[in-house]
């Protein structure tokens, strides 16, 4: 069993042709609201590829909430431990321009996932083959979650995004840690190679349509990117994460579980929106095959 305990936000999405700039309006192209939030977007991930997944999360009791919450059950997520709080659900706001996106998250009831709610399923965690959390709610249970895991002897993948939340004495306690590049810039410095050499089979960084990369305990690993054309690329690092989850708690190295999340991390950029391109394990491992 995988559980994710994060973040569950509607994605508000404007794409624009013209970024605006300071006080300038501009005519965008495209406005939607569509499922997203790092953790719903990696339990709906690693869930598409076949894996039990529960996730541990809050939204709030308005429409957001209602629709993000039959979403997560209509992939197959146990959603009993999604609290609902007197809060507005969280929401992304995110601009597309120019195949790349930029993301303004309000937490709202994401903030409600505290110490308490993780005591509340304790027995859910108890029951986790791996926990899988980002740093889209507060960092005090991120903390606690943290020290109950290593208690309890339960592997830990943190995805530290957004970075800024993120606590350098945390890299003790989780089993994989998965920034992108420009987290693994802010968080430890430019050299990557250097840093992952610090953090052998622990670190993985993600490169965006460049692959991912590591260090095996010997030496650095390079997986190179599948080429493709990006119609999206919100939530291809959730897509990684999720995928890495599940190819990890099917039993893969973790050579194997990196080249399999990097290839369904660039199947899901093929279309639109946060969870719309994430695959199933059949599209992931057929896209293997045919890059033999
Ligand atoms: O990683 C992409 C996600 O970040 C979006 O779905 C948005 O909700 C934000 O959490």
């Known amino acids: 069993m995988i559980t994710v305990i994060g973040s569950i936000n509607m994605d508000i999405v404007v794409k624009t042709d013209i970024f605006p700039k300071q006080g300038e309006t501009v005519l965008g192209n495209l406005f939607t609201t569509i499922p997203g939030?790092?953790?719903?977007?990696?339990?709906?991930?690693?869930?598409?590829?076949?894996?039990p997944v529960q996730m541990i999360g809050a939204v709030g009791e308005d429409s957001f909430g209602k629709e993000l919450y039959s979403n997560l059950k209509n992939e197959n997520i146990d959603v009993e431990a999604?609290?609902?709080?007197?809060?507005?659900?969280?929401?992304?706001?995110?601009?597309l321009h120019d195949s790349d996106n930029r993301i303004i998250v309000v937490p709202g009831a994401n903030f409600d996932v505290t110490k308490e709610v993780v005591d509340a399923n304790l027995e859910r965690i108890k029951k986790s083959s791996i926990v899988m959390m980002q740093l889209e709610i507060p960092v005090e249970t991120i903390e606690y979650v943290l020290d109950l895991c290593q208690q309890l002897n339960i592997p830990v993948l943190l995805n530290p995004a957004p970075a800024g939340n993120f606590k350098k004495e945390w890299i003790e306690k989780v089993t994989y840690l998965t920034p992108n590049e420009t987290e693994c810039e802010y968080l430890f410095g430019a050299d990557v190679e250097a840093i992952l050499s610090k953090y052998p089979n622990k670190m993985i960084v993600t490169l965006g349509g460049d692959g991912a990369a590591f260090h095996n305990g010997e030496k650095f690993v390079k997986i190179t990117g599948y080429k493709t054309t990006p119609v999206?690329?919100?939530?291809?690092?959730?897509?990684?994460?999720?995928?890495?989850?599940?190819?990890?708690?099917?039993?893969?190295?973790?050579?194997?579980?990196?080249?399999?999340?990097?290839?369904?991390?660039?199947?899901?950029?093929?279309?639109?929106?946060a969870q719309g391109g994430m695959p199933s394990n059949e599209a992931v491992l057929a896209r293997m095959e045919e890059l033999k």
Not at 37 to 51: E, F, H, I, P, T
């Open 37 to 51: 939030g790092k953790g719903a977007n990696q339990a709906v991930a690693a869930a598409r590829l076949g894996s």
């Open 82 to 95: 999604i609290a609902k709080t007197t809060n507005s659900t969280g929401i992304a706001n995110i601009l």
């Open 232 to 273: 999206d690329t919100t939530g291809a690092g959730d897509t990684f994460n999720g995928a890495f989850a599940h190819a990890i708690i099917s039993g893969y190295s973790i050579d194997k579980a990196v080249q399999f999340a990097n290839i369904a991390a660039s199947l899901s950029v093929e279309k639109f929106g």
